[in-house]
Structures are given as C-alpha cells and as structure tokens.
C-alpha cells in the first residue's frame, strides 16, 4: 500500500510539474510579446499564468522570479499607460512593486548564483518607489538594497535582457535625489551599455538625459544622436519619449 501511495504521489508531482512548466511557457511568450508592443492587460495575463504555476504547487526559483518580473512589468506598463492619471497608477505601483520585492526576495533565496531574481527585486523597488514618491523609498532604506541587487545580476550576467543591469544600474544613479545622485557612476554604467549593448532603446535615453544634463554642447550633440536612434527604435515607449526630448532640444 505504501509502495502504491508513494506512486501515486510520484505521479501527481509529475503531472503538476509537467502543467506548471508549461504555464511557465505561455507566461513567457505572453511577455515577450508584451514587451515589444505594450499593453498592461497582456503583462497582467502573463503573470496570472504565473501565479497559477505558484497555486498549482511550484515553488521553484523560476515561476518565483517570473512572478517578480510579472508584477514589475505590469506595473511598469500600466504606469506608462496611465501617465497622466496619478491616482490611477500609483496604487498599482505600491501594490505590484511590493509583491513584485516578495517574491523576488523568495528568488534570490533559493537560487543567489542566477540573475533573474536580483534584477526583478531591483525593478520592483522601482514601481514601489514610483508609487509611494523616491523620498519615501529612501527612508524605507531601499536605495541600498536596491543597488545592492542590481550590483549582484551585474555582477552575474551584466548584458541579461538587453542589458537591462547595466541600464538599471545607470538609471538609479541618475534619479537619486541629493546628495544621492551621482551622474559620474550613471555615465559609466550606461556607456558600458552602449558598448555591450549598442542598439538598446532604453539605454540610449537614459544615456542621452544624462548628456542633456551636463549642459555642454558636445554631451547635447551626443545626446541628440542617441535620441534619434532610440526615436527609431523597435520599442514604441522609448521611441516617444525620445522623440519628445528631441522636440524640447529643436
């Protein structure tokens, strides 16, 4: 009976791993679509599949970090969607952005040597931070865990996602509020992204608003070339946001 039981569960397991892999799969394809042509309710269908795998049983380093990236992206997305409406977005920014910190945090815990986690805690400090002000987040004592785990998926695999470490890392520095910005460490790491990762839309706006702000006209004449590539690029977000900087600099 034992022998029996134990066969059973055997198969279970088999047959909830087998359904949890491939929610796993169409949570990845639902946000790489997502991902080049928008849409929160797209990134919000992907996590949901997610969270499904995590109801289902999985408890795996991977439906924990695809969690994170879930909440991180549908937060992010729905935040660009409604840019004008605060009310809108920040309550989803708070919610999304803490959820998304939980279980990046239960990533890390089970896999420290992989990148996926590290990033997705750091992003998701950000949505947090975006929804509860960057003052706040600072109080909280985010800012250096946040750098911390961007430092760490650094430090893994700094080209992950288009770069996305290197970009993060570059960002944070450029929005910190003093004494806490620190465009010097920004430049280094966007630049890095440009040379590793050189046709990345998000890294060129982020490397073109720090060349803005150092107010001489070679950085202005950079900044403008990056801009327009990024006005061309494939990622309709970062393509506006580039042409809108450009129209101020015209």
Known sequence: MRSLYLSVVAILVMFSTAAGQDLLKQSDELFTKAYY???????????????KAIEAGDQSYDVYWRAAR????YAEEFKR???????????????????????GDKATKLNAQRVEGWLYYGLSVGNYADGVSMFTAVKEGLVNKTRQSFEKAYAIDKTYMWGAPLTALGRMWNILPWPLKDNKKA??????AQRLVPDNPEGQVYLGLVLLESGDEKDKAEAKVLLLKASKGKIPYFADWAKRELAKEN
């Open 37 to 51: 042509n928008g849409g929160s309710q797209t990134h919000k269908a992907a996590l949901d599949l997610t969270l």
């Open 187 to 192: 430049l280094k790491y966007l630049r890095e």
């Open 81 to 103: 969607e409604n840019i004008m409406n605060e009310s809108a977005w920040r309550p989803i920014c708070v919610r999304y952005g803490r959820l998304g910190m939980q279980y």
């Open 70 to 73: 879930g909440c991180r992206s």
